[in-house]
């Protein structure tokens, strides 16, 4: 490798790292939503069908 492109080959690492990273996190939060969304419908049918 050419040692004057190291600094932005490592660059490149970290924001792929990063990247990697707060893809997860989104995806992690998505399914967090779709749960508390899916469990408030439940809840709205469950009292829906007492009364």
Avoid at 6 to 12: I, K, N
Avoid at 21 to 48: D, H, P, R
């Amino acid at each position: 490798m050419d040692p004057e492109g190291r600094g932005l080959t490592q660059a490149g690492m970290y924001r792929g790292i990063f990247s990697t990273v707060l893809y997860l996190l989104v995806i992690v939060g998505v399914i967090a939503f779709l749960v508390l969304v899916v469990g408030a419908a439940a809840v709205q049918v469950e009292s829906m069908n007492n009364h």
